[in-house]
């Protein structure tokens, strides 16, 4: 668990800062980039934490940021690569998500109850758009922004628009 803690955390600080941008930097401009990290880690090592006080530590240190930035991650099943690029992010707690999935702000993913979307792998989620439900979606697909999936896409490579529309 520990290593896929670390490769999963070095892949999101290499997406998050792109290899450019030093994280004292961020850290003295504000940048979201940094908060975006430190949300990320303090979620991780939340999940990954066997000593009950660092747990707690690290589950407040993570409430403490996501009200900052205004994020919900409480999804267990989130492989690497998730990326976020902009606040208002809201991820159910039973949701499985793919590797590579890209959310442009002001997303929704979430259902009623047992009710979760099942996402596959390079998905990107336009500005604004919600999957809701018990829905699944194949790889390679992008939501267009404002987009709302209420019903299942399994074509390989779609692009959604409006509300269930596949292009």
Known sequence: MKSEYKKSLKLFSNRCFDGKVNKCLCYLTRNHSFYRYTLYKCYLKSKVSIVRPFKILYSYLYQRKSLKINVQ????????????????????KRSIIGKNLDCFGNNCIGG????????GDNIIMGYGSMIIGNVRIA????????AIVT?????????VVGVNRVL
Do not use: M, Q, R, W
């Not at 991650?73 to 159910?92: K, P, Q, T």
């Not at 790889?139 to 404002?146: D, E, K, P």
């Open 151 to 159: 019903k299942d896409v399994l074509t390989e490579g779609a692009t």
């Open 112 to 119: 009623k109850n047992d009710h979760a979307p099942i996402l």
């Open 73 to 92: 991650i409480n999804c267990d099943s989130i492989l690497e690569g998730f990326y976020f690029h902009h606040n208002n992010v809201v991820i159910n």
């Open 139 to 146: 790889n390679n697909v992008v939501i267009g922004a404002g």
